[in-house]
């Protein structure tokens, strides 16, 4: 069991440009979830996935944002044209339902600065 | 929508102490799920403790244990014998029967030696 793999840990980037994140879940974790969390707050949900359907996202996620997660495996995260009020961490999380306890597995996170 | 509600925003205790957050809920619902995770300033959010809201009985996890009160809708987090490895933000968090996660603001723990 490796955890939950993020990467890149850090991305600072100019104001309009794209960025992507990937996510590595727990292995054989059929469910992923993406989060943004900023300082002194606590996680806000963005997304989740069950296998590779993707079957809720949060009015957060604006059109700027998206995701996928291919064959149900690692998942991605893209934000186009971003914007300073993207800069954020973003979590993402995975688990297998009842197998773990009905619990979330947490990456270390990507850091997004947008300058 | 459920709300998850911590009012403490920062709390110390002394090491070897005891220390307790407290975290209510908001939900209609009868069937979820209750945590209490650790953000270290690592960043990497832990499992501390989790709760099924059909068992009555508290759980306890070590020097870790909650208060559950359903009808209250509380869930309070409680650190015996504080350690110097426990200063961290601590989250509440509810899951619903659609599996969706929310936490609240989180409270920052120091620990004075």
């Known amino acids: 069991d490796t955890g939950v793999s993020q990467d890149p840990r850090h991305k600072i980037t100019k104001r309009g440009q794209n960025v992507t994140f990937r996510c590595d879940p727990i292995?054989?974790?059929?469910?992923l979830y993406w989060y943004r969390q900023t300082l002194g707050q606590g996680p806000e949900f963005l997304t989740y996935?069950?296998?590779?359907?993707?079957?809720?996202k949060s009015r957060l996620l604006s059109d700027r944002f998206s995701a996928e997660r291919p064959k149900g495996s690692f998942s991605t995260l893209e934000i186009q044209r971003t914007e300073q009020g993207d800069s954020a961490m973003y979590l993402c999380?995975?688990?297998?339902?009842?197998?773990?306890?009905?619990?979330?597995?947490f990456g270390e996170g990507s850091w997004l600065t947008v300058v | 929508a459920q709300t998850v509600t911590q009012s403490q925003p920062e709390m110390s205790v002394q090491e070897a102490e005891t220390v307790t957050l407290s975290c209510t809920y908001d939900?209609?619902?009868?069937?979820?799920?209750l945590f209490w995770y650790k953000q270290p300033p690592s960043r990497q959010m832990i499992l501390v403790i989790r709760?099924?809201?059909?068992?009555?009985q508290n759980a306890t996890e070590n020097r870790f244990s909650v208060n559950f009160q359903k009808a209250a809708k509380s869930f309070s987090l409680k650190i015996s014998d504080s350690q110097l490895g426990d200063a961290a933000m601590y989250f509440c968090?509810?899951?619903?029967?659609?599996?969706?996660?929310?936490f609240g603001t989180g409270t920052s723990l120091t620990v004075i030696p």
């Open positions: 996935f069950q296998n590779e359907a993707q079957l809720e």
């Open positions: 292995s054989e974790h059929n469910r």
């Open positions: 709760q099924e809201a059909y068992k009555q």
């Open positions: 968090a509810y899951r619903n029967t659609g599996n969706q996660f929310y």
């Open positions: 939900t209609s619902e009868s069937d979820y799920y």
């Open positions: 999380a995975s688990s297998f339902g009842i197998l773990t306890g009905n619990t979330i597995y």
